[in-house]
């Protein structure tokens, strides 16, 4: 297995010159700001680019970046387990933006929203549902409760089971021709 390491955004910053930045979020988070020169490689398209991140991690370092730092850490442990070294960003875009560290949008691109918005809107939604049904079906409340219990678990082992749904939705895909050139030019 190969070691997987971190970066902090300063010092990921210092030699983004000679990393392989390869972006895990969904295209629509993407969009919405990027380190300058990432490849958008989705979580769930991380098997189908194996041969690409492969190759790119011959030819230099990889640096895998997500939101937080938490899907970057699950690629970079999948991407160990096939023998590819990376590394992670600490506390990912996030950390890298507060530290006012440069980056970029596609030009005329419309961004849709990221994904912890879609999931406030999406677990919201689901509650205000459970409690209004609630009021004439009282078993409609176990809607709001399961949520409720959802969020708990995703604050405790730090995953998000309604961000993986939401994920698989036709807005927060990569067009297949994109992710078709990104792999390309990961494969060199």
């Given amino acids: 297995m190969a070691p997987t390491t971190a970066l902090t955004a300063d010092q990921a910053n210092a030699r983004l010159h000679e990393l392989?930045?390869?972006?895990?979020?969904?295209?629509?988070?993407?969009?919405?700001?990027?380190?300058p020169g990432a490849h958008n490689i989705p979580l769930g398209h991380l098997d189908t680019a194996l041969p690409a991140l492969k190759a790119a991690a011959d030819r230099g370092a990889l640096l895998v970046v997500c939101a937080s730092g938490a899907r970057s850490s699950d690629a970079c442990r999948r991407l160990a387990e096939q023998?590819?070294?990376?590394?992670?960003?600490?506390?990912?875009?996030?950390?890298?933006?507060?530290?006012?560290?440069?980056?970029?949008?596609?030009?005329?691109?419309r961004t849709p929203w990221a994904m912890d918005r879609q999931v406030r809107l999406a677990a919201g939604s689901l509650v205000l549902t459970g409690l209004i049904a609630g009021q004439r079906w009282s078993a409609?409340?176990?809607?709001?409760?399961?949520?409720?219990?959802?969020?708990?678990f995703s604050a405790l082992t730090n995953t998000c089971g309604m961000a993986r749904i939401l994920a698989k939705l036709p807005h927060n895909q990569p067009r297949t021709a994109d992710l078709e050139h990104t792999l390309a030019a990961l494969a060199g």
């Fill in 20 to 35: 392989t930045v390869v972006d895990v979020r969904t295209p629509g988070e993407y969009a919405s700001g990027h380190l």
């Fill in 140 to 152: 409609a409340r176990w809607l709001s409760a399961g949520v409720a219990g959802g969020l708990v």
């Fill in 83 to 109: 023998g590819v070294t990376a590394a992670t960003l600490t506390g990912g875009i996030t950390a890298w933006t507060q530290l006012g560290h440069d980056t970029h949008r596609p030009a005329g691109t």
